[in-house]
């Protein structure tokens, strides 16, 4: 599969002349993994999912979040009595559903940011594991053989760290946003007493 993206890759940068480009930027890439081992890939596929959430959000918030929230004020304020048992119930389902808009993905993106760390410590056991497997096998005498183990244990624990953090920050301010969206919500949502 990834044989094919390069081959694909490939063919589309040298029709605009980028190939050699590309050729590098793809080995320095497949050295990485090489030297951090196959979990590199899932903590990859793991981080690009993420942003992509997160970027959804972003967009989210920044375009259709607004108008969401006009036509909910505005529904609620066309209502002629707001002051019943039955009223206060519609304004809930009213907020409810603009708060399952609004924190859509981000429970997701929580999990993305706590699972990178973890897969980078999977990356570390199997490392670990390799380095024991040299050692059983060479003895400790042979520092080269084990040092593809120890890369192996150390930059996957890198790796799923720093996915961790690009996205920890932004997916703490959008849990905030969230909230203080829906707060505000309910604040603009008055109800006749």
């Known amino acids: 599969m990834i044989d094919f993206i390069y081959s694909l890759l490939r063919s589309v940068t040298s029709i605009i002349g980028l190939e050699q480009n590309l050729v590098n930027s793809w080995e320095a890439v497949r050295d990485f993994l090489e030297l951090g081992g196959d979990v590199l890939l899932y903590i990859g596929l793991l981080m690009i999912i993420m942003w992509v959430m997160i970027i959804e959000r972003l967009i989210y918030f920044f375009t259709q979040h607004p108008m969401i929230v006009k036509q909910t004020i505005d529904a ?20 409810s559903e603009v708060r399952l808009k609004a924190s ?12 990178c760390p973890l897969l980078g410590l999977l990356g570390t056991v199997t490392g670990m594991i390799e ?16 040092a593809a183990g120890v890369s192996k244990a150390t930059v996957p624990t890198m790796c799923g760290m720093v996915a961790a953090l690009s996205g920890l920050f932004i997916s703490v301010w959008l849990q905030g946003k969230a909230d203080s969206e829906i707060e505000s919500l309910g604040e603009h949502m008055t109800m006749d007493h």
Request: proline share 0%; aromatic share 8%; net charge positive.
């Open 76 to 95: 609620w304020n066309a209502r002629s009595e707001r002051k019943s048992w039955g009223a206060h119930r519609i304004r809930d389902a009213m907020i």
């Open 104 to 115: 859509q993905w981000l429970i997701l993106i929580q999990a993305s940011v706590a699972l």
């Open 131 to 146: 380095v024991f497997s040299v050692m059983s096998s060479l003895g400790t005498g042979n520092a080269r053989a084990m």
